[in-house]
């Protein structure tokens, strides 16, 4: 597991991924992203979305997991329409709601294989996907 913590919260490392993943209904055997935070536009999910849809090409085992809440009068609706739309319902998993601070240390705890938040360096994504992500 690697992970680049957020920068105002200190990282928690649970010691066992496969009770935690058991705990919130996520399978062992998928590569986890995780997008996590408030949702609304201009954190661009929509763009992960469709990366999503390359990565899906080069491992069908990834598993996209959202979880926050909706930041304004937003709607998730468009999401669930792009998700749906581009065939990718086995490959996301939500939680759309409030995550409280306590529970950031869980969700890491999900044997989630890769954390990148705002601000993260595209060089390092890139990096990580062409590292990580083995063609079929």
Request: net charge neutral.
């Amino acid at each position: 597991i690697d992970i680049i913590p957020h920068g105002i919260m200190p990282v928690q490392n649970p010691n066992n991924s496969t009770d935690a993943r058991k705990k919130v209904n996520l399978p062992e055997d998928r590569k986890i992203i995780l997008f996590f935070g408030g949702i609304r536009p201009n954190k661009g999910l929509d763009v992960l979305i469709k990366a999503l849809e390359i990565v899906k090409l080069f491992n069908e085992q990834v598993l996209l997991v959202i979880a926050g809440g909706l930041l304004g009068r937003f709607s998730f609706e468009q999401y669930s329409d792009m998700i749906r739309n581009a065939g990718l319902s086995s490959h996301v998993q939500t939680f759309i709601k409030f995550i409280p601070e306590e529970d950031v240390g869980k969700l890491k705890a999900m044997g989630v294989q890769e954390i990148f938040l705002p601000g993260s360096a595209l060089e390092a994504i890139v990096d990580w996907v062409r590292n990580n992500v083995e063609p079929r």
